[in-house]
């Protein structure tokens, strides 16, 4: 199979010829017709993940067409439509038996604990537990942004922030976390503060479904916590932070209002791991700070009725689709932030 193939963190990957992957007793291998480009992956191939081992095949946001199923298989066939989260759970231990495969402690993690999607073909572990049947309309590339930065959204909008019709949801970063985030709580009924350092993109945030933005260049953290909780009338009920950095964390949580809950999405890694944030506050205002980490196959079925039903459109989130030797240039430039919207590699 052709894939994009690197053997050393920061060099550049190249386009290899690698033997084509065998499905395990509990897993399959699926054909990719589309697969996210992801900062996550960027992270990877930057050495930031511990989960990366040399030589690598990066990508986790994809989807495709099951070609081989080991096995022990029962639910997935050959010729199946699939997605997968980008955290799969074992399916046996205390917290997948709990319903808590995102967080499962011997994970598979497409693209990081093993060989991932910029590629022909992918190995998936634990098939039965955690692939992804899609819904006939849902098309092959939108269906590919689900599986990272949509889905780890949804939980952080729907699951852990519990966010309500007409609350204030503020949302630090627009990129393909941060959009997601902006669709999901405005279909949810919530009043969406975007904020970003680019208008392009704080425009498209208003596009779909932001009611107010704040563009955070040249101002301090005091000022765009002000701004949010002017526009909010005392802070946000919610707050994401869905770039990873400690300044967009540290506004996410000092914007908040009383007992208001941060959720952080964006990772913090590298020199960002242990980002400072305001404790006194977190105290005093019986703040809840949260994070939201991919999202279990078994939730996938409201989210997926919710885009049936025309409530969420990922399609609109889509920047622009490029070639699997494209790849290689966009996971380089990511911490760039050139573009709106999410990359999907569709050609190989």
Known sequence: MKAVFYTEFEK??????????EPTADG???????????????????????????????????????????????????GDRVTVPFVGGCGTCGECSSGNHQVCPTQFQ??????????EYVALGYADTNLVKLPDTVEMVPAASLGCRFVTSFRAIVDQGKVMAGQWVAVHGCGGVGLSAI?????????????DIDDEKLEFAQSIGAVATVNGTGKSSAEVVEAVRDLSSGGAHVSVDALGHPTTCYNS??????????????LMAGDHANAPI???????????VLGSHGMQAHRYPEMLRMIEAGKLAPEKLIGRTISL????????????????????????
Do not use: Y
């Open 12 to 21: 550049p990957p190249v386009i290899e010829k690698l033997p084509d992957p």
């Open 28 to 78: 399959v291998v699926v054909q990719v017709e589309a697969t996210g480009v992801c900062r996550s992956d960027w992270h990877g191939w930057m050495g930031h993940d511990s989960d990366v081992n040399l030589p690598h095949v990066p990508g986790h946001e994809l989807a495709g067409i099951v070609v081989e199923t080991g096995k022990n298989v029962s639910r997935f066939q050959k």
């Open 110 to 119: 497409p693209g990081f604990t093993h060989w991932g999607s910029f590629a």
């Open 183 to 195: 669709m999901i709580a405005n279909a949810l009924g919530a009043n969406v503060i975007a904020v």
């Open 253 to 266: 949580v000092a914007n908040l209002r009383r007992r208001g809950k941060h959720i952080q999405v964006g």
């Open 278 to 288: 305001p404790l006194g506050l977190v105290i005093a205002w019986e703040l809840e």
């Open 325 to 348: 030797e494209e790849s290689i240039d966009v996971l380089m430039e990511m911490p760039k932030f050139d573009g709106v919207g999410v990359t999907v590699i569709d050609r190989f």
